[in-house]
């Protein structure tokens, strides 16, 4: 059964980068899309992007200027960066299993356990 | 962006009681509307895909229908268990984006 895993800093100050990494087990990262979503404290889900396993990238325009994901498939991780955070980035960020290839059709299955991130000083 | 509207915003109902809950968008998107279930400090979990097929392992007494901009989450007969937030999310085209979410309260 695939498990998704976040890992990163649960603290990060204003105008630095948040970095999280998710590592995919008990299956391959290969053929799927994988997504980035997060959910600040009390509030709904956002979602942020998503990455093909072989590297192409569609970002939420709202966050575009400020987001990166990337892929390390020798290491079946992805990665999410967003830089010059500041107090509304604080959330709990989820990584999560998007569609397969050669799918028109996105939902997130399964999830990671999530982590927050708080954004202070 | 395609903006999802989820109401009620929350509802109180008793163990057994059968559950609606609705989703509209802002245009059309065929069936491309999938529903999640969210318990506190919890991560959300699939319920249904394509605005109506049961996702593995979910009860049946989950249900979704509807099409193009009006969608309906159904629970027949509501358990302990079911008590969460219930979220709805298109895939009809990106930013992907979710309603603002159901809670579901014990009456």
């Known amino acids: 059964q695939m498990q998704l895993q976040e890992s990163g800093p649960g603290l990060v100050k204003p105008s630095e980068t948040l970095s999280l990494t998710c590592t995919v087990s008990g299956g391959s990262i290969s053929s799927y899309y994988w997504s980035w979503i997060r959910q600040p404290p009390g509030k709904g889900l956002e979602w942020i992007g998503y990455?093909?396993?072989?590297?192409?990238?569609n970002y939420n325009p709202s966050l575009k200027s400020r987001v990166t994901i990337s892929v390390d498939m020798s290491k079946n991780q992805f990665s999410l960066k967003l830089n010059s955070v500041t107090a509304a980035d604080t959330a709990v960020y989820y990584c999560?299993?998007?569609?397969?290839?050669?799918?028109?059709?996105?939902?997130?299955?399964?999830w990671g356990q999530g982590t927050l991130v708080t954004v202070s000083s | 962006d395609i903006q999802m509207t989820q109401s009620p915003s929350s509802l109180s109902a008793s163990v057994g009681d059968r559950v609606t809950i609705t989703c509209r968008a802002s245009q059309s998107i065929s069936s491309y509307l999938n529903w999640y279930q969210q318990k506190s400090g919890k991560a959300p979990k699939l319920l249904i895909f394509?605005?109506?097929s049961l996702q593995s392992g979910v009860p049946s007494r989950f249900s979704g229908s509807g099409s193009g901009t009006d969608f309906t989450l159904t629970i027949s007969s509501l358990q302990p268990e079911d008590f969460a937030t219930y979220y709805c999310?298109?895939?009809?085209?990106?930013?992907?984006?979710f309603g603002g979410g159901t809670k579901v309260e014990i009456k």
């Open positions: 990455i093909y396993y072989s590297g192409s990238t």
């Open positions: 999310q298109q895939s009809s085209s990106t930013p992907l984006t």
């Open positions: 999560a299993r998007d569609r397969i290839s050669g799918y028109d059709s996105d939902w997130f299955d399964p």
């Open positions: 394509a605005a109506s």
